[in-house]
């Protein structure tokens, strides 16, 4: 099941994998905010204001690259392998899953002055690429309505959804995300923005904790393409809660990259103390 399941959790994935596009292009250094709302009829919307999806005819496939994205599994609008240094769909499908598995879809385009729309029902393009009329803006939204003959159910929690563009947003300095519930008049509202990232979010993380030192120790790199940051703040606890993340994904059993880091910090401290004298006898060690 490219999803996961088609319960509860499945379900809240389609959001995810739609974001997820918008989030790339956030990546990418072309989209500031994002929206996701709950509509009255049970459908999704997800804005943003990247560049759009191109609109042009893909060479291969001989259609609207939109429509390549939408239709065809792990297109995910990466034409161009320059123009995303990394993805974070968990699945790696894109949005063409979330397509076959909605009753209805629809995707609005605004690029290069122009907007441009184009109808599916379950995954089946129901009209040509159409251009709608003429803007200042630019971005994606896309709207869709689960199927509920494949879902066992299609109520979605709010609280789900928040935890994880709240999340989204302390991974992604100063990206803006918002939630939005219409299904009621006074519907939740929720604003994601954290200019401080991952500090922000160990602050967030440890609010209930006595920490040791007020401020949060971070490290940012990059080095052949590959950036790191890392943010960490001791407490008076001998528990640790360590978060880790690959493209936004969050690795829950751990990895390389956690074993990797895990060494290096014992044997920077080991060195410090050493170097210090902080060490009372040689054979210990942190």
């Known amino acids: 099941m490219y999803i996961g399941d ?7 994935h389609l959001v995810y994998e739609v974001v997820d596009n918008s989030i790339d292009e956030a990546l990418a250094g072309y989209c500031t905010k994002i929206t996701t709302y709950f509509n009255k009829d049970g459908s999704i919307t997800v804005e943003d204001n990247g560049r759009g999806i191109p609109v042009g005819i893909h060479k291969e496939e001989k259609k609207p690259a939109v429509e390549v ?19 974070g769909g968990l699945h790696g499908v894109g949005v063409s899953v979330v397509n076959a598995l909605s009753e209805w879809l629809w995707v609005e385009v605004q690029r290069e002055g122009k907007i441009y729309k184009q109808d599916y029902k379950i995954g089946i393009t129901q009209n040509k690429l159409k251009r709608v009329g003429k803007t200042k803006k630019s971005g994606t939204t896309v709207c869709f309505l689960p199927d509920g003959e494949i879902f066992n159910t299609t109520v979605y929690e709010y609280d789900i959804i928040a935890e994880r563009l709240r999340e989204l947003a302390y991974l992604n300095r100063g990206l803006e995300i918002n939630l939005k519930d219409n299904r009621e008049e006074s519907g939740q509202r929720d604003t994601f923005k954290f200019r401080g990232g991952l500090s922000d979010f160990v602050k967030y993380l440890d609010e209930n904790n006595n920490p040791l030192h007020n401020k949060v120790i971070t490290v940012t790199k990059e080095k052949s393409e590959i950036s790191v940051d890392v943010a960490l703040r001791y407490g008076n606890t001998y528990n640790d809660n360590i978060l880790t993340f690959v493209n936004n994904i969050n690795t ?3 990895g390389t990259h956690l074993s990797g880091f895990r060494s290096a910090l014992t044997r920077a401290m080991n060195n410090h103390a050493s170097k210090n004298n902080l060490i009372k006898t040689k054979k210990t060690e942190i």
Do not use: N, P
């Not at 088609?6 to 809240?12: M, Q």
């Open 252 to 254: 829950i059993e751990g």
């Open 69 to 87: 994205v939408m239709t065809v599994l792990h297109a995910g609008g990466k034409f161009d392998k320059d123009s995303y240094k990394v993805s």
């Open 6 to 12: 088609v319960g509860k959790r499945g379900l809240h």
